[in-house]
């Protein structure tokens, strides 16, 4: 059975995240999707907030899992017997730092190989910053994001009281 894992920060899940989701879900039997809790980041939502999200907008996926991890992915990976890591690579931007990871992985774990697939165009420019930006001046993020998440995003920017102008949308 190929399983591999798909790990990320998701703060939020957008768009492009579920494409790459779709697209290695078909790739493999089991692919598990893998929200990075690690201290040293601030986040907007908690991992288990990120978590319940992607379970929610993956419900359909029948062979997708969602789990979190704190440390290494590599290490993480290890404990989890996934000799796979699926990463979106969006621009050639992307590609210093993914193959950077990539082969940092590989060192610490010579049997963990990276597969990279290329966002889909209509979600080149997106990212999770995009969206928090977007939604803190009140924008329409509703070509980024599926609705439970938009929602998720708006509810939680108002709670922390970080929205610069009311939402417009
Ligand atoms: O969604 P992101 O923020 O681009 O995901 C980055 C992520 C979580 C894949 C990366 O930061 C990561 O693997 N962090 C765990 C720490 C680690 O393993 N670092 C070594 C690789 S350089």
């Known amino acids: 059975m190929s399983n591999a894992v798909y790990p ?3 703060d939020p899940v957008t768009k492009g995240h579920l494409d790459i989701i779709r697209r290695a879900a078909k790739m ?5 999707v893998s929200v990075l809790n690690n201290s040293d980041k601030s986040p907007l939502f908690s991992a288990d907030e990120r978590v319940n999200m992607l379970r929610v907008i993956c419900r359909d996926i029948p062979n997708v899992e969602i789990d979190s991890f ?25 590609f210093e730092y993914e193959l950077q990871m990539a082969q940092t992985n590989r060192k610490i774990l010579p049997s963990l190989d990276t597969v990279f697939l290329t966002t889909s ?7 999770s910053s995009i969206v928090r930006e977007v939604a803190s001046y009140g924008g329409d993020i509703s070509e980024f ?3 439970e998440v938009a929602e998720a995003v708006y509810k939680k920017l108002e709670d922390c009281q970080l929205v610069n102008s009311k939402r417009k949308y």
Do not use: C, M, N
Not at 28 to 32: A, K, N
Not at 70 to 94: M, N, P
């Open 121 to 127: 165009l209509e979600y080149a420019y997106l990212s």
């Open 28 to 32: 493999f039997d089991r692919l598990t």
């Open 8 to 10: 990320g920060s998701f």
């Open 70 to 94: 704190s440390g290494l992915t590599a290490d993480y990976a290890k404990q989890t017997g996934t000799d796979v890591i699926i990463r979106g690579l969006r621009a050639v931007t992307d």
């Open 145 to 147: 994001v599926t609705p």
